[in-house]
């Protein structure tokens, strides 16, 4: 088919073989075995010129989209192997919800156009199991301990912040030393949902001299923000979520040594390895522009 669309372009077999890069005879009797298999003439050939015949016209229109199609069937199966097409997967909690995840799917989507991402928001909790079944691909999420058969990449530190509600006599502070806040009550999903978190932000207190009074909740961010903003307890959030949080609630600094919350990319040592590297790689450019570790 290769064959016969080059001579039908250049109305020469001479010019179709120079072009194709192989012997005029092998070009003649490619047309000649295309011929004989449709039954039809495609070519009049003359001593001067080579020219179609209506079926000739008909099957070279067809012939042009088929290889078309052809090429792009095996550019979008090299890409696919390559980790650059398809459909990667996606998990990540709620501290990644509107920075992190977001701009690294914007990255890959300007890098790798026919890579598609299919991301959910789960708890930190659900992450390992959503990847020991083969239901997500990769995860962003900070995590307390690497289960058996999954692999981990820093992606992002986050600065933690202390979420108070407008009200609160904090909000106006230029900073907080995280000890003085002892008799605070602190809201915190329980660690059954949430344990990279809740380690992060307990051990933090801890460090400050102190075991803090925890009211948990599974509610989902709706509830914890709604409970600050109420004032009923102070939270420690990420940076990142600063511009997200509903009214009535300020993030105020706390005093170095600021804790900080390890994000990472977690992934099945059985999974698709091609899409995963495609997604590191863009993790670690993101990291370096915007010094992210």
Same mark, same amino acid.
């Given at each position: 088919?290769?064959?016969?669309?080059?001579?039908?372009?250049?109305?020469?077999?001479?010019?179709?073989?120079?072009?194709?890069?192989?012997?005029?005879?092998?070009?003649?009797?490619?047309?000649?075995?295309?011929? *004989? /298999? +449709?039954?039809?003439? @495609?070519?009049? =050939?003359?001593? !001067? %010129?080579?020219? $179609?015949?209506? &079926?000739?016209?008909?099957?070279?229109?067809?012939?042009?989209?088929?290889?078309?199609?052809?090429?792009?069937?095996?550019?979008?199966?090299?890409?696919?192997?390559?980790?650059?097409?398809?459909?990667?997967?996606?998990?990540?909690?709620?501290?990644?919800?509107?920075?992190?995840?977001?701009?690294?799917?914007?990255?890959?989507?300007?890098?790798?156009?026919?890579?598609?991402?299919?991301?959910?928001?789960?708890?930190?909790?659900?992450?390992?199991?959503?990847?020991?079944?083969?239901?997500?691909?990769?995860?962003?999420?900070?995590? *307390? /301990? +690497?289960?058996?058969? @999954?692999?981990? =990449?820093?992606? !992002? %530190?986050?600065? $933690?912040?202390? &979420?108070?509600?407008?009200?609160?006599?904090?909000?106006?502070?230029?900073?907080?030393?995280?000890?003085?806040?002892?008799?605070?009550?602190?809201?915190?999903?329980?660690?059954?949902?949430?344990?990279?978190?809740?380690?992060?932000?307990?051990?933090?207190?801890?460090?400050?001299?102190?075991?803090?009074?925890?009211?948990?909740?599974?509610?989902?961010?709706?509830?914890?923000?709604?409970?600050?903003?109420?004032?009923?307890?102070?939270?420690?959030?990420?940076?990142?979520?600063?511009?997200?949080?509903?009214?009535?609630?300020?993030?105020?600094? +706390?005093?170095?040594?600021?804790?900080?919350?390890?994000?990472?990319?977690?992934?099945?040592?059985?999974?698709?390895?091609?899409?995963?590297?495609?997604?590191?790689?863009?993790?670690?450019?993101?990291?370096?522009?915007?010094?992210?570790?």
């Amino acid at each position: 088919m290769r064959y016969f669309v080059a001579v039908a372009e250049h109305g020469n077999f001479t010019r179709a073989a120079e072009d194709l890069h192989v012997a005029q005879q092998a070009v003649s009797q490619q047309i000649r075995a295309l011929e *004989a /298999t +449709l039954a039809v003439t @495609l070519l009049r =050939r003359s001593s !001067r %010129r080579v020219e $179609l015949t209506p &079926a000739g016209e008909v099957f070279l229109a067809d012939a042009k989209r088929l290889l078309t199609a052809s090429d792009r069937a095996v550019r979008r199966a090299q890409a696919a192997a390559r980790g650059e097409a398809g459909t990667l997967r996606l998990g990540y909690s709620l501290v990644t919800a509107f920075e992190t995840t977001p701009a690294l799917i914007d990255l890959l989507s300007k890098r790798h156009p026919e890579l598609k991402v299919s991301a959910r928001e789960v708890y930190g909790a659900d992450i390992a199991g959503l990847l020991q079944r083969g239901q997500c691909d990769l995860a962003l999420v900070p995590m *307390a /301990t +690497l289960p058996a058969g @999954l692999r981990q =990449r820093l992606v !992002r %530190r986050e600065v $933690l912040r202390l &979420a108070v509600s407008d009200g609160h006599p904090l909000a106006r502070a230029d900073q907080v030393e995280l000890s003085t806040l002892e008799h605070e009550r602190f809201q915190m999903f329980p660690r059954q949902l949430s344990p990279g978190y809740y380690d992060v932000a307990v051990g933090a207190c801890r460090a400050a001299g102190f075991e803090p009074s925890l009211e948990e909740h599974g509610g989902g961010s709706a509830v914890w923000c709604g409970h600050i903003a109420r004032g009923r307890g102070v939270g420690l959030v990420v940076s990142s979520l600063g511009g997200q949080l509903p009214a009535g609630i300020t993030l105020v600094d +706390l005093a170095p040594p600021r804790p900080t919350l390890a994000i990472n990319a977690l992934w099945s040592e059985d999974g698709d390895a091609s899409k995963v590297d495609r997604f590191l790689d863009a993790a670690t450019s993101l990291a370096t522009e915007k010094g992210w570790y």
